[in-house]
């Protein structure tokens, strides 16, 4: 079974660009978090959607961020316009069910110039 | 409050040996969840075991196996027989029913196995 996909796998821009990460879930999950880890505040939970309604959004740093899930096997975050700050890895995770195990992406490794 | 105590930054092992990884948590919810997750250097998130707050056996998975201290709100990682790609990063999270069953991580702990 495929796990959780990202891409892309890094992503090196410049500031006031906009970026978009995107995140295919393990088929059948119907829970999916978007996370950044940053060495000063490690692993944050930005967004969690259940059956692509967005739950819980109260992790988003700003209004520069948005969340989609469009359909059941795809997901994007997009910030806009991008500043340094910005400069993370930011994680994409499912879960087949309430409280249930989180399977993470690779991550997206975000450098913002 | 911090939620999850990871009080080790970082750890040396001598290959083949076990090592504890400290994790002490704080909650007041009955029900709850504990989690740990490996990070290589390359990145990804790996779930290594679960612990749910109401089982009675200590969880194990392979090498790895969670010692479960619930009166003294702690669950530590064991690794036994360290192998070379056991170096990373080990985080040790929580999941609790009034958080909305929402994951907060510590901060975790690096290990380097020596050979």
């Known amino acids: 079974d495929a796990g959780v996909i990202q891409s892309p796998r890094h992503e090196v821009t410049e500031m006031g660009q906009e970026v978009t990460l995107r995140c295919k879930p393990i088929?059948?999950?119907?829970?999916l978090f978007w996370y950044r880890q940053t060495m000063m505040r490690g692993l944050e939970l930005l967004i969690y959607?259940?059956?692509?309604?967005?739950?819980?959004d109260s992790g988003m740093p700003e209004d520069r961020f948005s969340a989609k899930m469009p359909n059941a096997s795809f997901s994007t975050l997009k910030i806009q316009p991008s500043e340094p700050r910005d400069s993370a890895v930011y994680f994409c995770?499912?879960?087949?069910?309430?409280?249930?195990?989180?399977?993470f992406g690779a991550g997206t490794r975000l450098s913002v110039l | 409050a911090q939620k999850i105590t990871q009080t080790q930054p970082g750890m040396f092992v001598q290959e083949k040996e076990a090592v504890t990884l400290d994790c002490t948590y704080d909650?007041?919810?009955?029900?709850?969840?504990l989690f740990w997750y490996k990070q290589p250097s390359s990145g990804e998130m790996i779930f290594l075991i679960y612990?749910?707050?109401?089982?009675?056996q200590n969880a194990t998975e392979g090498r790895y196996s969670l010692n479960f201290q619930k009166a003294r709100k702690s669950a530590n990682l064991v690794i036994s027989a360290s192998q070379l790609g056991d170096s990373a990063m080990y985080f040790c999270?929580?999941?609790?029913?009034?958080?909305?069953?929402?994951?907060?991580f510590g901060a975790g702990t690096t290990v380097t196995v020596r050979a």
């Open positions: 612990q749910g707050s109401y089982d009675q």
């Open positions: 909650t007041s919810d009955p029900s709850y969840g």
């Open positions: 995770a499912s879960s087949p069910r309430t409280g249930g195990i989180q399977y």
């Open positions: 999270a929580m999941r609790e029913v009034f958080n909305d069953y929402k994951l907060s």
């Open positions: 088929s059948g999950h119907d829970y």
């Open positions: 959607f259940n059956n692509n309604v967005p739950i819980d």
